[in-house]
Each structure stands twice: as C-alpha cells, then as structure tokens.
C-alpha cells in the first residue's frame, strides 16, 4: 500500500509538472483570474488589514491560519475525505469564520479534483502546481442543490486561488478578490 501511495504520489508529481511546463494552466485561466493572481500578494495584505477588526475569537482564528509556513505537496496525498472550513476576510464584513464541512479530494488519473460536499456554497475544481509548496486551483462555486458549471463560464463562478500545504494533514487555499462578499476567501482543510 505505502508502494502504491509512493507511485502514485510521484506520478502525480510527474503530470502535474509536466501541466505547469507546458503552461496548460496558463491556457485554461481567464484573464481575470490571472488578473486576480497577479494582485494576490495586495489583496491579501488589505483583506487581512480589514479582517483585524473583526470579533477577537475570529481574528485569532485567522491569525493561526495565516502564520502557517508552507511546506512542500512532495509527499503529500491529498485524496480523501477533509473537513473544511470557510474564512471570508475584507469587503462587506470585516470576518467571519464558518463552521466546519465536509469535502472530498479524488484522482481522476490526471490530478487532484477538489469538492464541497456540504453547506449552502460549494466549489467544485482542479488543481496543478506552480512550485513545490504552492498549487494553483480553478474552480467553479455554486450553491448547494445547483449544478455547478465549468471553469471558465464567467466572473459569477469562477474561482481562482493558491493552495498551500501547512502540516501533516493540512492544508489551505487562498482566494484573493472572490466575486461575492469578501476580499480574500480561505478554504481551510484538516483531517
């Protein structure tokens, strides 16, 4: 088993190099969310500015998620179940922190797959690399009882952001400028 998990691990290395190489993300992005990204670092430093006056309990929550130092996705299988969590920092409210949900993480052969299986707003995408500790994933975000449509549909659901890896069995994805609500969405993930 720990064979197959080490295949599989370094096959998925392999493609999803070879999906960053040749620029196949660059491809599928649309120009506002590549728009989105190249202002990520600004975005993030205003919407975290904004989330500091939230309540005290939210902003230490916040605070323990951001301080989290990126670690390499070299040995990491995100597949599987997760509990995830949405942090909505800036914008309309300054933060609100979400309960827990469920999500999943699958391997369709040419990486990993993420979705949100529960709470009213979902997201349903892909991931590829752009370095050893950060991913980038395009998605689409919907609303529960809803199908959700194709990356690259429009600005109302997709969705653009960076994953990183902060622990042994955590993870997160960062959100800059979504289209509702908030400046910077995090989807926090621990199992």
Known sequence: MIVRKLTLA??????????QADGV????????????????????????????AGLVREVAILDAIVSKKPVSFSDFDMTGAWQCRTVKAGGIGELVVYDWFRCRVSDDGSGWMLEKLSGSQRTKGRFYTDGDTRLIYLGSGFVAGEKP???????????????????????????????YESKLDILEFRR
């Open 25 to 52: 993300v660059q491809k599928l992005m649309t120009p506002a969310d590549k728009a989105r990204l190249e202002k990520y670092d600004a975005t993030r430093k205003d919407a975290l500015q904004e989330a500091k």
């Open 10 to 19: 370094a096959l998925l290395s392999l493609s999803a190099a070879a999906a």
């Open 149 to 179: 449509a194709a990356y690259g549909q429009g600005p109302d659901t997709d969705q653009v952001g960076y994953a990183f890896r902060t622990g042994p069995s955590a993870w997160r994805i960062e959100f800059p400028a979504p289209y």
